[in-house]
């Protein structure tokens, strides 16, 4: 099955960057639907962002306009670049892959990685 290792999590002041990645070690990660989601503590796990296998962007509404989700092919990894942090943004971000559509509900994907801590401070 694909494997997910995310990255580049950590502390950041409000209206800093962060950029995660998340490197897939499957050989069939070009034909994956990639997607973005987090989760802080009492909350249910929530959409961040999701991408085609060719780079078309979904995101919520919430993110729009401050994250960016890419794709590099070639080298298996997805991005999530944060720009505009705010303390509401801390939270565990998760890695997912479908073999399938883009959709906004976790419970559609298919593999997930163990996540990568965001904190935000005020």
């Known amino acids: 099955q694909e494997q997910l290792v995310e990255s580049g999590g950590g502390l950041a002041q409000a209206g800093g960057s962060l950029r995660l990645s998340c490197a897939a070690s499957?050989?069939?990660?070009?034909?994956?639907?990639m997607g973005w989601f987090r989760q802080a503590p009492g909350k249910e796990r929530e959409f961040v962002a999701a991408?085609?296998?060719?780079?078309?962007?979904t995101y919520s509404d919430a993110m729009k306009g401050r994250f960016t989700i890419s794709r590099d092919n070639a080298k298996n990894t997805v991005y999530l670049q944060m720009n505009s942090l705010k303390p509401e943004d801390t939270a565990v971000y998760y890695c997912?892959?479908?073999?399938?559509?883009?959709?906004?509900?976790?419970?559609?994907?298919?593999?997930w990685g163990q996540g990568t801590q965001v904190t935000v401070s005020s």
């Open positions: 499957g050989r069939t990660f070009s034909t994956y639907v």
């Open positions: 991408i085609s296998r060719s780079g078309g962007a």
């Open positions: 997912a892959a479908r073999a399938g559509p883009p959709t906004i509900w976790a419970r559609s994907y298919n593999y």
